[in-house]
């Protein structure tokens, strides 16, 4: 019930004003944008993952902290150009104040999080706006995030917290436990409808 009541809410904001657009999203559409921003955040993940690892293995935490703070948005970047679509990933306690949720955004984090919470499923969701498809992605975390984002003095040791500060001095990006949704990964397609009858020819 909850689930049914976040989705209608979404439908509610996107419409901006007009009849709700999300219901002219045709199936086929859906499942389709769907998978695509499946593919593109899980090439992401990977992309930024791997990246980490490397970082981890070559100098531990705290090489990797640097590391992060100079090649996360730019892989995400690149990533986005080469896929022609915009994509971000945001938070609703950002390090990095670039990565800042907008009210969408955060209006999203929480309602993942609400099911989360009820342990509901939580799946990516769809938005259209405009001629505009987005997706959203919940980011949750895992045993390893706690390194860096888990309780300073605790599993995000003193001397890594200090220096996440000293790097970015506005962090909110601490106290989080395994299986919080940290923030989601936001991806932009653009969306032509189709004019084309449907059960017609091809
Ligand atoms: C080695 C430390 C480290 C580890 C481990 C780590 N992160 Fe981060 N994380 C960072 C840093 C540094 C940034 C800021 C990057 C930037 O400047 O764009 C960041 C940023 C993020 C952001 C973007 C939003 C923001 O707050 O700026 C998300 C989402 C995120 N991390 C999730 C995760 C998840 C999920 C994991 C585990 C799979 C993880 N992180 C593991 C250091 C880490």
């Not at 419409?15 to 859906?30: H, I, M, N, V, Y």
């Not at 907008?102 to 990516?124: A, C, H, S, V, Y």
């Not at 987005?134 to 200090?162: F, S």
Request: a positive charge.
């Amino acid at each position: 019930m909850r689930i049914f009541g976040f989705f209608l809410v979404i439908l509610g904001l996107a419409s901006c004003g007009q009849k709700s657009q999300e219901t002219k999203l045709p199936a086929a559409d859906r499942e389709q944008f769907l998978l695509k921003g499946d593919t593109i955040t899980k090439v992401a993940f990977a992309a930024i993952s791997g990246e980490l690892q490397t970082a981890l293995q070559r100098g531990g935490i705290e090489a990797a902290l640097q590391h992060c703070n100079v090649r996360a948005i730019p892989l995400t970047d690149s990533l986005a150009r080469t896929q022609h679509v915009s994509l971000r990933r945001v938070s609703n306690k950002p390090r990095n104040r670039n990565n800042k949720a907008d009210r969408l955004e955060e209006f999203m984090i929480k309602g993942f999080t609400n099911d989360q919470n009820e342990k509901n499923p939580i799946t990516p969701k769809l938005v259209l706006k405009n001629d505009t498809v987005i997706y959203y992605k919940p980011i949750i975390i895992q045993a390893l995030c706690l390194n860096c984002h888990g309780t300073p003095g605790n599993e995000l040791l003193k001397k890594n917290d200090r220096l996440i500060r000293q790097l970015y001095p506005g962090d909110k990006a601490v106290g989080y436990k395994q299986g919080d949704v940290r923030g989601l990964w936001r991806v932009a397609f653009p969306y032509k409808p189709t004019t084309r009858p449907h059960g017609q020819g091809l």
